[in-house]
Protein backbone atom coordinates (compact mmCIF):
# COMPACT_ATOMS: atom_id res chain seq x y z
CA UNK A 1 0.00 0.00 0.00
CA UNK A 2 1.37 3.51 -1.22
CA UNK A 3 0.45 6.84 1.07
CA UNK A 4 -0.26 9.79 -0.43
CA UNK A 5 0.23 13.47 0.93
CA UNK A 6 -0.45 16.49 -1.28
CA UNK A 7 0.38 19.67 -0.52
CA UNK A 8 0.57 23.36 -2.12
CA UNK A 9 -2.97 24.44 -1.79
CA UNK A 10 -4.27 27.60 -1.25
CA UNK A 11 -6.01 30.95 -2.61
CA UNK A 12 -5.00 32.47 -6.06
CA UNK A 13 -6.28 35.09 -8.28
CA UNK A 14 -7.58 34.24 -11.55
CA UNK A 15 -4.85 34.22 -14.29
CA UNK A 16 -2.61 33.10 -10.97
CA UNK A 17 -0.69 29.99 -10.85
CA UNK A 18 -0.08 27.03 -7.91
CA UNK A 19 2.05 23.76 -8.12
CA UNK A 20 1.09 21.29 -6.26
CA UNK A 21 2.44 18.31 -4.73
CA UNK A 22 2.08 14.95 -3.71
CA UNK A 23 4.56 12.77 -1.83
CA UNK A 24 4.36 8.56 -1.77
CA UNK A 25 5.47 6.70 0.92
CA UNK A 26 6.93 3.08 -0.02
CA UNK A 27 9.32 1.85 -2.81
CA UNK A 28 7.01 0.97 -5.65
CA UNK A 29 6.15 4.59 -6.34
CA UNK A 30 7.80 3.94 -10.16
CA UNK A 31 5.75 1.28 -10.71
CA UNK A 32 2.40 3.26 -10.25
CA UNK A 33 0.99 5.51 -12.78
CA UNK A 34 -0.70 8.20 -11.24
CA UNK A 35 -3.26 11.08 -11.24
CA UNK A 36 -4.72 13.66 -10.61
CA UNK A 37 -8.70 14.32 -9.90
CA UNK A 38 -10.94 17.20 -8.26
CA UNK A 39 -14.18 17.79 -6.63
CA UNK A 40 -15.94 21.32 -6.67
CA UNK A 41 -18.34 21.49 -3.78
CA UNK A 42 -22.24 20.26 -5.18
CA UNK A 43 -19.95 18.32 -7.99
CA UNK A 44 -18.85 14.63 -8.70
CA UNK A 45 -15.06 14.28 -8.63
CA UNK A 46 -13.48 14.45 -12.11
CA UNK A 47 -10.68 13.19 -14.01
CA UNK A 48 -7.57 16.30 -14.15
CA UNK A 49 -4.73 14.67 -15.07
CA UNK A 50 -2.72 11.45 -15.30
CA UNK A 51 0.74 9.98 -15.95
CA UNK A 52 2.53 7.07 -16.88
CA UNK A 53 4.64 4.96 -14.14
CA UNK A 54 8.14 6.12 -16.27
CA UNK A 55 6.72 9.27 -17.05
CA UNK A 56 8.31 9.63 -20.68
CA UNK A 57 8.19 12.21 -22.85
CA UNK A 58 5.39 10.21 -25.08
CA UNK A 59 1.77 11.20 -26.02
CA UNK A 60 0.97 8.01 -24.06
CA UNK A 61 2.38 8.41 -21.31
CA UNK A 62 0.14 11.33 -20.14
CA UNK A 63 -3.03 12.45 -20.57
CA UNK A 64 -5.43 15.93 -19.52
CA UNK A 65 -9.04 16.56 -19.28
CA UNK A 66 -9.91 18.69 -21.62
CA UNK A 67 -10.64 21.51 -19.43
CA UNK A 68 -7.39 22.20 -18.21
CA UNK A 69 -5.24 21.46 -21.58
CA UNK A 70 -2.74 23.91 -22.21
CA UNK A 71 -2.96 25.40 -18.47
CA UNK A 72 -1.99 22.39 -16.17
CA UNK A 73 0.99 19.79 -16.50
CA UNK A 74 1.85 16.73 -14.61
CA UNK A 75 4.95 15.37 -14.07
CA UNK A 76 6.82 13.18 -11.70
CA UNK A 77 10.18 12.76 -10.19
CA UNK A 78 10.60 8.84 -9.25
CA UNK A 79 13.55 9.73 -7.69
CA UNK A 80 12.32 11.41 -4.87
CA UNK A 81 8.34 9.74 -5.03
CA UNK A 82 7.08 12.59 -6.15
CA UNK A 83 4.12 13.80 -8.22
CA UNK A 84 3.62 17.57 -8.88
CA UNK A 85 0.82 19.44 -11.11
CA UNK A 86 2.06 22.63 -12.26
CA UNK A 87 -1.46 25.12 -12.81
CA UNK A 88 -1.04 28.24 -14.73
CA UNK A 89 -3.62 30.41 -15.95
CA UNK A 90 -6.21 29.49 -13.25
CA UNK A 91 -9.74 30.24 -13.08
CA UNK A 92 -12.67 30.71 -10.79
CA UNK A 93 -13.75 27.18 -12.08
CA UNK A 94 -10.81 25.33 -11.38
CA UNK A 95 -11.75 25.64 -7.66
CA UNK A 96 -12.25 22.33 -5.99
CA UNK A 97 -10.05 19.97 -3.35
CA UNK A 98 -7.46 18.37 -5.74
CA UNK A 99 -6.69 14.64 -5.08
CA UNK A 100 -3.70 12.55 -6.35
CA UNK A 101 -3.86 8.92 -6.41
CA UNK A 102 -1.84 6.13 -7.68
CA UNK A 103 -3.49 3.17 -10.00
CA UNK A 104 -1.49 -0.37 -9.43
CA UNK A 105 -0.17 -0.33 -13.28
CA UNK A 106 2.09 1.06 -14.90
CA UNK A 107 -0.16 2.60 -18.10
CA UNK A 108 -2.30 6.15 -17.64
CA UNK A 109 -6.27 5.73 -16.83
CA UNK A 110 -8.54 8.52 -16.89
CA UNK A 111 -11.33 6.71 -14.82
CA UNK A 112 -11.37 7.08 -10.48
CA UNK A 113 -11.92 3.33 -10.40
CA UNK A 114 -8.27 2.49 -11.95
CA UNK A 115 -6.89 4.13 -9.09
CA UNK A 116 -6.28 2.22 -6.18
CA UNK A 117 -4.45 4.67 -3.42
CA UNK A 118 -5.83 8.11 -2.49
CA UNK A 119 -4.83 11.01 -0.56
CA UNK A 120 -6.87 12.82 1.68
CA UNK A 121 -6.69 16.10 -0.71
CA UNK A 122 -5.58 19.94 -0.94
CA UNK A 123 -8.32 23.28 -1.44
CA UNK A 124 -7.65 25.13 -4.30
CA UNK A 125 -9.58 28.46 -4.60
CA UNK A 126 -9.54 31.03 -7.60
CA UNK A 127 -10.69 34.56 -6.84
CA UNK A 128 -12.34 36.20 -9.83
Known amino acids: QVQLVESGGGLVQAGGSLRLSCAAS????????MGWFRQAPGKEREFVAC????????????DYAESVKGRFTISRDNAKNTLSLQMDNLKPEDTAVYYC?????????????????WGRGTQVTVSS
Open 101 to 117: AARWSSAVSIRQQNFNS
Open 26 to 33: GRAFSSYA
Open 51 to 62: ISASGYDRDYDR
